[in-house]
């Protein structure tokens, strides 16, 4: 996620700036072949403007739906810090002797609480790794120059940033090593381990540590979590539809294509020699604002994919993890995730 109040344009360049080179040649060919009368012809301005804002309405719209999933991504995890807190704060106040025939030392329930608290840490973190697998249809899963251009980006503006953070949390410093083995062999690990936090809790109340309500409470926290768990996951397996991700890049495409062919020669009318090369910078200018419009869209519909306009997912399992280790009252537990270049992870 950037925090910076604004995007430099320096870095949208650095970000865009690769297009000028194809747009300037593809302006300057198109020029030359007027310069030197190989080609007379010139497109009405009115059709191809016509164009150029249907192609901007469509891109608009892949823009906002980009945005929504992105929102509801954050939304979600907005519920699952909510309710970690809730978790953590049953587990503190609902795990005692208070309903025990055979009441157990303070010790043994500080680790009981311990053991569901670090179990549901371990559930954040390999949540969270999961849906940083790529999917076919993300950028980094490409091949060509975009997979490699994506794989640059993850490393240098994404989740390469934090690195030295991501090897802190093996979930084996989380999970009981009778566990560990067992539950990261799953295919989906995060979904297993709610379902061994199901289990402790029948145990729990096997041994009548705690009673058929707080059972029936804690377990529906666990529902909680496995939806927002399926909400995730929904948005990370469920693309934003080809015909609106891709279909407006061909109009985009079509729309700069044609451009030059009206442009440049009702320019060149005004000066058959200055007009020509005044209408260059001009129609890059715009094929590139077009472009920077179909980009914004295309990296932001993907809101797990481990860039800079991601939810930022490490920062949000750090701050629960706090959160939950000091109602342990832990104070050894690692600081919250900075940002680095005004990118936070």
Request: hydrophobic share 45%; charged share 20%; proline share 4%.
């Amino acid at each position: 996620m950037i925090i910076s109040r604004s995007v430099k344009f320096i870095n949208l360049v650095k970000w865009t700036g690769h297009h000028f080179i194809w747009l300037t040649t593809l302006m300057c060919s198109i020029a030359l072949l007027y310069y030197f009368k190989i080609i007379h012809f010139e497109l009405p301005w009115l059709p191809v403007s016509i164009i150029g804002t249907a192609v901007a309405f469509y891109v608009g719209f892949k823009n906002n739906q980009a945005y929504d999933r992105m929102w509801e991504a954050r939304k979600i995890w907005g519920g699952i810090i909510n309710d970690s807190r809730s978790w953590g704060m049953m587990v503190d106040g609902y795990i005692s002797n208070l309903f025990s025939n055979h009441p157990k030392g303070n010790e043994e329930i500080h680790s009981i609480k311990k053991r569901l608290i670090y179990r549901h840490i371990a559930w954040l973190y390999a949540h969270r790794s999961q849906l940083l697998v790529a999917t076919p249809w993300e950028h980094q899963a490409q091949s060509g120059i975009m997979g490699r251009t994506a794989k640059y980006y993850q490393t240098k503006f994404g989740v390469g940033l934090i690195d030295d953070e991501v090897t802190k949390t093996n979930l084996i410093d989380y999970l009981p090593a009778s566990e560990y083995d067992r539950l990261v062999a799953y295919a989906n690990t995060a979904t297993q381990i709610i379902n061994e936090q199901s289990r402790d809790l029948q145990n729990l109340r096997n041994e009548q540590i705690i009673d058929d309500f707080r059972h029936m409470e804690m377990v529906n926290l666990l529902k909680s979590f496995y939806t927002l768990q399926g909400k995730n996951e929904r948005i990370k397996k469920f693309p934003l539809p080809r015909q609106y991700a891709n279909i407006s890049r061909y109009f985009v495409g079509i729309f700069i294509a044609l451009l030059p062919f009206s442009m440049i020669p009702q320019i060149a009318a005004i000066d058959s020699t200055i007009g020509i090369w005044i209408s260059i910078p001009v129609a890059v200018l715009i094929g590139w604002i077009y472009i920077v419009m179909e980009i914004v869209g295309d990296y932001t519909e993907n809101p797990f994919q481990g860039m800079a306009n991601d939810i930022p997912m490490m920062s949000l399992c750090r701050t629960i993890e706090i959160d939950l280790r000091q109602m342990l009252y832990e104070t050894d537990i690692p600081k919250p995730i900075q940002a680095k270049g005004n990118i936070l992870m």
